[in-house]
Structure formats: C-alpha cells, structure tokens
T-cell receptor
Framework: KAGVTQTPRYLIKTRGQQVTLSCSPISGHRSVSWYQQTPGQGLQFLFEYFSETQRNKGNFPGRFSGRQFSNSRSEMNVSTLELGDSALYLC????????????????FGAGSRLTVL | AQSVTQPDIHITVSEGASLELRCNYSYGATPYLFWYVQSPGQGLQLLLKYFSGDTLVQGIKGFEAEFKRSQSSFNLRKPSVHWSDAAEYFCAVIPGGYSTLTFGKGTMLLVSP
C-alpha cells in the first residue's frame, strides 16, 4: 500500500513568487492535513480538508491556501513568498471522517522542503 | 493555554542504555496521545498512540509509553537504545472530538557509542 506522496521534495523560490505543493494521500484516506515545520516554530497546523471542504484552519495569513480534489489529492499554495516561508511542508492523511468516532490518526508524507531566497 | 511540553530539547544516551523522553500536556480532559519520530530529511513516523484503556502502550521499534493522568504525562521509554534510534521525537495530542493534532517542540536524541 503506497504511503502519502508529496511533490516536489525540494524547491527553491525567490521572494514574491508563489509556490504550489502537491499531496497524494493513502488510497482510501479522504482527510488531508498540512503542517509547516520550521526550526523556530516547530510543527504548526495549516489546514485540513475532507471531501473537498476545508474543515479546520490554522493561524496563518491568507497567502496560504489549499484545496482538495474529488480523488482526495490535495494542493497547497503560498503566494507572495517571504523569507520566513522557508520550511518543510508536511502533508498527512487519515481515514477519519467528520462526526466519526475515534481519534484522527495521521500518516505523514516525507515533506516538501521549500527554500525562499 | 492548552499545550504540549517536551522539556528536553536534546538528550544524549549511550548505545545500549535505557531512554526516557518526557511529555506533559495541559488539557482539561484526557486527550488522545501520540509519539512520532522524525529522521533527518524525512517525514514523521508514528511510534505509538494512546486512546484509552491500559495506560502502558507498546509501539514499534521496541518503544513503549506510559500515560499518567495524575501527572498529565505521556513519557516515551526504550530499555536499550540503538544507534539507529538517533532522531527527533515529537509528542502530540488531539484534545478530543474532530480536532487537530498539536505537537510539542520535539526532543533530539543523540546516541553515543
């Protein structure tokens, strides 16, 4: 069973540009979450999608956006990049559904390492 | 404020020695509790989780964790550390319901020969 796949793994952008990151969840998983990991702030929640709808959102500016497609694949976009956006962006999927019982056990991908120059 | 605390930023353990990584949380009710491990350049791998029941949970790679309600703690242990255990370890919680996973700042484990 394939794991969570994130592309690209590494990318370099300059300030002011925008970037799109892609995430393919585990087959059968319909919930996708995104996290930003930096040395200073650690792991911070960005947003979560289920059935193409954003279910939860973290405390990030509007430059950070995401979407989910009907096949559960997800993308996140960061516009007008800033130096502080340099980070490892992690995607995770789960089979948990809104209103379902039990905890949301996340399986993470290897991440996309973004460097902003 | 609700939080997850890992008081040790770095820990160095000799290979073959025992390990205990600390985690405390501050939530009103018992949350769902997790430990993840991250090797350099990799994503996060789930080591173990606690939802309810037996307070001592077994995970992968020989790790275990004990939930102590009275101390709001969920410490990770391993009887004998191997050099391949060197990585960063994250404690994480879900407060309950359909809420998001919140991580501690992590503990970097270094294994000395």
């Amino acid at each position: 069973k394939a794991g969570v796949t994130q592309t690209p793994r590494y990318l370099i952008k300059t300030r002011g540009q925008q970037v799109t990151l892609s995430c393919s969840p585990i087959s059968g998983h319909r919930s996708v979450s995104w996290y930003q990991q930096t040395p200073g702030q650690g792991l911070q929640f960005l947003f979560e999608y289920f059935s193409e709808t954003q279910r939860n959102k973290g405390n990030f500016p509007g430059r950070f956006s995401g979407r989910q497609f009907s096949n559960s694949r997800s993308e996140m976009n960061v516009s007008t990049l800033e130096l502080g956006d340099s980070a490892l962006y992690l995607c995770a999927s789960s089979f948990r559904t809104p209103g379902g019982s039990g905890a949301n056990v996340l399986t993470f991908g290897a991440g996309s390492r973004l460097t902003v120059l | 404020a609700q939080s997850v605390t890992q008081p040790d930023i770095h820990i160095t353990v000799s290979e073959g020695a025992s390990l205990e990584l600390r985690c405390n949380y501050s939530y009103g009710a018992t949350p769902y509790l997790f430990w993840y491990v991250q090797s350099p350049g990799q994503g996060l791998q789930l080591l173990l989780k606690y939802f309810s029941g037996d307070t001592l949970v077994q995970g992968i790679k020989g790790f275990e964790a004990e939930f102590k309600r009275s101390q709001s703690s969920f410490n990770l242990r391993k009887p004998s550390v191997h050099w391949s255990d060197a990585a960063e370890y994250f404690c994480a919680v879900i407060p309950g319901g359909y809420s998001t996973l919140t991580f501690g700042k992590g503990t970097m484990l270094l294994v000395s020969p």
